[in-house]
DNA sequence: TGCATATTTAGCGAATTAGCTAAATACTTC
DNA sequence: GAAGTATTTAGCTAATTCGCTAAATATGCA
């Protein structure tokens, strides 16, 4: 299985799209990011290691620990370069109109 | 499920993202698609109704046949609400990035 | 060492998914 | 309306997925 194609599983997941988002205001411990969810520890961890295989977050152990970060290039470049592949002229366009907005 | 939510779970696929990728010159009858791929006639149709469903695609019919068409606002649409929602300030970048190339 | 906390691994069950074949439906043409 | 082509629906099976609990592993601290 290529990376796309596991970022495409990897966001086809609910709760592991909101725990992207959870992450994007920096480092959180599995277990931060477990309080934020209504589900048990041995869950959270298997997507976290989703994600992780997805290389949509890298983890780094602190002491006791387990703090998960996002990835967002690999995001970013997944979606945009499947978005590239299946409507270019579509994306082209809008990014012109992002950059004229801003 | 809200519609971000089934565009996610349909381009898990890799079989239909494929397919949204053979769309992208234009409308296509489901029998068209079918020969691009090693999968019974059902199985594309049953693929193509979880596209629709997802509203990444539409269909018409013409005569005997009917005719799928990329709905490439909704891909766009998705795929970039969910990126400005976990990375905005890169995805902002990103954009100003490449308008700067065009 | 021994105990507490944080996290993962193992293993199970229920639900979903993706494939298939057979049958049904829709339209065209004779 | 009968036959032919295109597509979908129904129903089945095997594989995957997501949840759980119990147990294992890793670290911190007395």
Redesign the interface.
């Known amino acids: 299985m290529g990376n796309a194609?596991r970022v495409?599983?990897a966001?086809?997941d609910?709760t592991r799209?909101q725990m992207?988002?959870e992450l994007?205001g920096g480092e959180l411990a599995a277990g931060e990011i477990g309080a934020r969810f209504a589900i048990s520890a041995p869950s959270i961890s298997r997507h976290l290691a989703i994600l992780k295989a997805a290389e949509l977050v890298t983890e780094r152990r602190d002491g006791n620990r387990i703090l998960y970060r996002?990835e967002?290039?690999t995001?970013?470049g997944s979606?945009?370069a499947?978005?590239s592949?299946?409507?270019p002229t579509?994306?082209?366009q809008?990014?012109?109109i992002?950059?004229?907005r801003?």
Chains 1, 2 share one sequence.
């Open positions: 194609a495409f599983r966001l086809a609910p799209r992207l988002e994007k996002l967002p290039a995001l970013i979606l945009n499947y978005l592949a299946v409507c579509q994306v082209r809008r990014r012109r992002a950059a004229r801003s």
